[in-house]
């Protein structure tokens, strides 16, 4: 994680504890081995034992899980918190954390990139009220990561045939939630 990421994230942690909340990390860098290996991969197996690899299971995939190399947890700015599951925030205390991360995450630099599509008209990946990114640098590693990544990039994973016919790199890797602007 990179060092501004993680002071910053010190400092938040430190408020949230006093006011009763409890962050954790339970994810942050991964390294594009890390996502293609243990992530992508597995999840593209599981898909080929019911003989699915179209364009349907590939949006099935990008739903929570980043095609490998557009990852924004590569940049070491973003972290999962507390789970990577809806339901811990469905319940009476994931629902008080995630309250307080919206309120409070900004004034330590942090955002929500993947937050409600249909209130903020986004594309892409699907809300993930657990991830969230240190917006003074993503920011910069996002714009840079846009201007380089070409499909080019992406040909050794699973699925890449399908990254230009559906845009992937515009509709996942350009979009951002309306509270990390």
Not at 30 to 54: G, L, P, T, V
Request: glycine share 4%.
């Amino acid at each position: 994680m990179h060092s501004k990421a993680y002071e910053a994230f010190k400092t938040m942690y430190k408020a949230a504890k006093k006011d009763g909340i409890q962050l954790t990390i339970v994810s942050a860098f991964r390294s594009f081995s890390y996502q293609n290996n243990n992530i992508w991969e597995k999840k593209w197996a599981a898909q080929a034992k019911n003989n699915q690899h179209d364009t349907i299971t590939l949006y099935n995939l990008l739903k929570y899980s980043a095609f490998p190399g557009t990852s924004r947890h590569h940049w070491g700015t973003d972290i999962d918190l507390n789970s990577v599951s809806d339901q811990y925030f469905d319940t009476p205390y994931g629902k008080k954390v995630y309250k307080w991360l919206n309120k409070n995450a900004s004034k330590y630099g942090y955002c929500q990139p993947y937050s409600d599509k249909k209130s903020t008209n986004r594309t892409g990946y699907e809300a993930e009220k657990w991830h969230w990114s240190y917006t003074p640098l993503a920011s910069r590693f996002q714009k840079a990561h846009i201007s380089l990544i070409t499909e080019n990039d992406l040909k050794s994973v699973k699925g890449n045939e399908w990254l230009k016919p559906l845009n992937i790199l515009e509709k996942y890797v350009s979009t951002k939630g309306t509270s990390c602007n």
